[in-house]
């Protein structure tokens, strides 16, 4: 079946430093959402790759698809403290019925 | 607060007993998922409705069932409990089953079986 792994499961760094998590599928994807789960909280959308190559921003953060629509990348830069969390990609699955999260990245932050 | 309630928080029960975990997806939502999220599975996906009616099934097991009233509220049913059972349960809702949408987590309920 159709499987997406992320890496690394677990990265710890310092306060400052940049944070890159890697989600690579065995398929082509339609699209990818991303999402992060802080300590003891729920999952919170962040943001949505659609295109082939697509790059997309958000303040300190950045979310790249593929040109093959195989993968996709978050990127941190200068962590904080407030990054702290497990970051999900969640592609949807073949039949375009639901998303396919898997067991995310965590992400610890020593200030 | 992502307009998601789920009842129970915190559940605890035996082995071998049933519980029921409910949903209320946000205003206007019509799509409802369950998701379970254990340390060693991540967040696997259960089952979804739209409308009330069941869309997608994900690894959910025999023992599991779940259903969508017509306020869209939504009841997760886990019997036959066991040890493997526990973990986090999660809710989500979005406006419509699209793989496009993006979807909002309930806060969660965790069930602890001994």
């Known amino acids: 079946g159709q499987q997406v792994m992320q890496i690394p499961q677990y990265q710890h760094v310092q306060e400052g430093e940049d944070f890159t998590t890697y989600c690579n599928s065995s398929t082509t994807l339609s699209n990818i959402q991303w999402y992060k789960q802080r300590p003891g909280g729920h999952p919170v959308f962040l943001i949505q790759?659609?295109?082939?190559?697509e790059v997309k921003k958000q303040k300190r953060l950045t979310f790249q698809f593929g040109e093959a629509k195989k993968n996709s990348s978050l990127h941190i830069t200068a962590t904080q403290t407030t990054d702290v969390g497990t970051y999900f990609c969640?592609?949807?699955?073949?039949?375009?019925?639901?998303?396919?999260f898997g067991k995310g990245t965590t992400l610890s932050v020593s200030s | 607060d992502s307009g998601v309630t789920q009842t129970p928080k915190h559940l605890i029960t035996a082995t071998g007993q049933r519980v029921t975990l409910r949903c209320s997806p946000r205003s206007g939502d019509l799509s409802v998922y369950w998701y379970q999220q254990s340390l060693d599975q991540g967040l696997q996906f259960l089952i979804q409705?739209?409308?009330?009616?069941?869309?997608a099934k994900g690894n959910i097991l025999e023992r599991f069932s779940a259903q969508q009233f017509p306020d869209l509220h939504s009841e997760l049913n886990l019997s036959s409990l066991e040890l493997g059972d526990s973990a986090l349960y999660f809710c989500?809702?979005?406006?419509?089953?699209?793989?496009?949408?993006?979807?909002?987590f309930g806060p969660g309920t965790r069930l602890t079986v001994l």
């Open positions: 989500a809702s979005s406006v419509e089953p699209s793989k496009y949408n993006e979807q909002f």
């Open positions: 409705y739209y409308n009330g009616e069941e869309r």
């Open positions: 969640a592609p949807a699955n073949q039949a375009g019925t639901a998303l396919i």
């Open positions: 790759l659609v295109k082939s190559g």
